[in-house]
């Protein structure tokens, strides 16, 4: 299962976050406590999720623990589930990108994945980086059921233009890994949130 990460901080500002680490909001922690409730919910009906892997960025990692901590699981932390790095965009309203970068904002809008947002990583770096995490997620629990908490520009390198709201999900199976997308086009109203 691949979870997007509760509201944090910034997502309730409206502003790009990339490697940035802030909080959860208070509606964030409420998201995560009942996402925790619902899967618990799930496990008693059906298989139960037997490990917990999450990016080590706060928003990220603290969704993992409030789940974690229902599901009697201990989360395993990988830097690898990090969102892209927009660099100098982290922090800044989609406005103020706009007018700060117009031509690189087009780029990244139309897909190029070359183009490194803010001066962070290209798309090819970081589909690169996401299939390296999701293979030793698959590597470490290989037999079993296993839930991912992580950002939304990583869920779409497996899913590109998909749409999660904070802490919705789906489930990917191991095989679509032969599908990875290096070419993932972004919303750019919510890319890097």
Avoid: Y
């Avoid at 996402?35 to 993992?64: C, K, V, Y």
């Avoid at 995490?133 to 520009?153: I, S, Y």
Wanted: proline fraction near 5%; hydrophobic fraction near 45%; charged fraction near 25%.
């Amino acid at each position: 299962m691949c979870i997007r990460h509760a509201e944090s901080t910034m997502n309730r500002e409206r502003r790009w976050q990339g490697q940035a680490n802030p909080p959860l909001s208070s509606e964030g922690l409420a998201q995560a406590s009942a996402l925790a409730e619902q899967l618990a919910s799930r496990a008693a009906a059906e298989a139960p999720i037997e490990a917990l892997f999450a990016s080590d960025l706060e928003r990220a990692a603290r969704t993992a623990g409030v789940v974690g901590q229902v599901l009697g699981l201990e989360p395993r932390l990988l830097v690898g589930l990090r969102e892209r790095d927009v660099g100098a965009w982290s922090g800044l309203r989609h406005p103020e990108i706009e007018a700060r970068w117009p031509d690189e904002l087009r780029a990244f809008r139309a897909g190029d994945v070359d183009v490194r947002p803010g001066g962070g990583e290209c798309q090819r770096e970081f589909a690169a980086r996401v299939k390296a995490a999701f293979d030793e997620v698959q590597h470490a629990a290989p037999a079993h059921r296993v839930a991912v908490v992580t950002h939304l520009g990583v869920l779409r390198v497996w899913r590109p233009g998909i749409r999660l709201g904070n802490t919705e999900h789906f489930w990917l199976d191991p095989a679509e890994g032969a599908e990875l997308r290096t070419d993932a086009a972004f919303s750019v109203g919510d890319a890097a949130l």
